[in-house]
């Protein structure tokens, strides 16, 4: 019987709003490894 | 489908080729424990973690237990909310902001998925982030392309990391 091959690492992907930050009432951060593989999908004029 | 031995569709979990003839798809068993470690990065004052999840999938319930095991590594409190149907997904993260969460953590709760828009609504009332381990709903449909569903923008408006599996077949 042929066999499909199975990958069993997929790849991740990090998708994070800056924008809303401000929103938060405790201090979170992004820290830069965090920034340097993530994703930022905030809009410009978010607000 | 994120555990298939845990939902029991005949999967062999010593083999997983060893399964039914008819059966095609992919396990998507994401890092909640990542997840965690990152919220803790990116607030090391966190404390406690709610967590809404229905008992009846046994995904979320996978979920779950990774969540309980990590948050007890971590020495993090794991608020939990239980949930039956999604109307009632915004009234239980509103009642684990009450209890004092830091943060909202969806993992791949059907029911909690398809009521993003509510989680991230009392995220926002509370000034807490939502972290989510998929991308019900998405940005732009050629970032996600197995997203089950959508319900508008919530990407744009959500405080989150979101830890994202694309599918392979």
Redesign the interface.
């Known amino acids: 019987m042929n066999r499909i091959p199975i990958i069993y690492s997929f790849p991740k992907r990090l998708v994070i709003n800056r924008a809303e930050l401000r929103r938060l009432k405790e201090p979170w951060t992004f820290p830069p490894e965090i920034l340097a593989i993530a994703k930022d999908v905030s809009e410009p004029d978010a607000s | 489908m994120a555990d298939p031995v845990a939902a029991g569709v005949g999967i062999n979990p010593n083999d997983?080729?060893d399964h039914p003839k008819n059966m095609v798809g992919i396990g998507?068993l994401v890092?909640v424990g990542e997840l965690l470690e990152?919220a803790k990065?990116?607030?090391p004052?966190l404390k406690r973690v709610g967590l809404p999840w229905n008992p009846s999938q046994a995904n979320s319930e996978v979920y779950t237990l990774m969540a309980r095991d990590k948050a007890a590594k971590m020495g993090l409190e794991l608020l939990e909310g239980t949930v039956d149907a999604t109307p009632a997904v915004g009234e239980v993260v509103a009642s684990l902001a009450a209890r004092g969460a830091?943060l909202i953590l969806t993992a791949g709760d059907l029911t909690v998925t398809v009521a993003m828009d509510a989680v991230i609504a009392e995220c926002?009332r509370?000034?807490?982030?939502a972290f989510a381990t998929q991308?019900p709903w998405r940005?732009k449909a050629r970032?996600w392309p197995w997203a089950p569903t959508t319900t508008g923008s919530g990407?744009?408006?959500?405080?989150?990391?979101?830890?994202?599996?694309?599918a392979?077949i």
Do not use: E
Request: charged share 25%.
């Open positions: 997983p080729l998507t890092p990152m990065k990116m607030n004052r830091d926002r509370a000034g807490i982030p991308l940005p970032c990407a744009k408006r959500a405080t989150l990391p979101r830890v994202s599996l694309p392979r």
